[in-house]
């Protein structure tokens, strides 16, 4: 069995999640079973939502091995520390790849380690064309705890944009977004937003790059403080960061394909030993 974990947490993007899917629907088009490891149970809804059947939740990355054995094959996209037992993750499964996207080289001894940022190695689902009938979509993320975009009202006023309603967003702040954003889109409509809509502004690094590989007009919505190694994923993948919206612009923006690395990862996990 193959084991994809995807670190998930109430309070973050479920950008590793997407990746974890990517590779999930990959394998499942050459006919390879395999498993997707979740660590927030409330994750479970929007696989659900996505067409996939149900994850195995866990607590840590550490209890992996609670799952998976030495006859199984591995792969991990997490941003939790590589310590403690985790070490020995290499030695005890049949294969282990790491998914790194940090902008730093990680150092963790007999895994597989994919650098998917530092390398070029992108991993996002391509998906089959839409006519884009729709205009605008606005896609922050998938939590929104310190109710940032209201924060930030004034950005979205009179854009005629819509709005992706996050699968952690808070429920007390719907009413208040309804007045702002013509209209609010269900979380189980992301991967057809993606080839719906015209534009789509976000301030998800994943979600910029899998909108992007999927040919929609791409910008990043600064909304919070980027650190160095953000800045340089985006502008590495020629993705427009503002500061405000400005729709009637977008003749300006980058529309280069970016290349899906989601077939490296499947020839790791076939050939590597």
């Not at 939740?57 to 985790?86: F, L, M, Q, R």
Request: glycine letters at 2%.
């Amino acid at each position: 069995m193959i084991y994809l974990y995807a670190y998930t947490n109430h309070k973050e993007n479920l950008d590793n999640l997407r990746r974890v899917v990517a590779i999930y629907k990959k394998l499942k088009e050459q006919n390879i079973e395999s498993e997707i490891l979740i660590n927030e149970f409330r994750a479970q809804r929007v696989l659900k939502e996505w067409g996939l059947p149900l994850a195995t939740t866990i607590e840590t990355i550490k209890d992996i091995d609670a799952v998976a054995t030495v006859y199984d094959t591995v792969v991990i996209d997490s941003p939790e520390k590589i310590e403690g037992k985790v070490l020995n993750y290499p030695s005890y499964f049949k294969k282990l790849i790491y998914l790194n996207s940090n902008c730093k080289e990680i150092e963790f001894k007999g895994a597989k380690v994919v650098n998917i940022f530092l390398d070029n190695n992108l991993i996002f689902s391509k998906l089959k064309e839409d006519k884009r009938d729709k205009n605008s979509i606005f896609i922050f993320g998938d939590s929104d705890y310190e109710q940032t975009i209201l924060k930030n009202s004034e950005i979205f006023k009179n854009k005629e944009l819509d709005l992706y309603w996050g699968v952690y967003f808070l429920l007390k702040t719907e009413d208040e977004l309804s007045k702002i954003f013509n209209n609010i889109v269900d979380s189980e409509n992301y991967y057809e937003s993606l080839i719906q809509y015209q534009n789509i502004i976000t301030s998800s690094i994943q979600v910029a790059i899998e909108a992007k590989a999927n040919g929609a007009f791409v910008e990043f919505l600064k909304l919070n403080e980027l650190t160095k190694c953000q800045m340089d994923i985006l502008n590495k993948f020629d993705i427009n960061i503002v500061n405000n919206i400005n729709l009637t612009n977008n003749s300006n923006l980058s529309k280069k394909l970016l290349q899906d690395s989601s077939e490296i990862i499947i020839n790791i996990i076939n050939d590597y030993v």
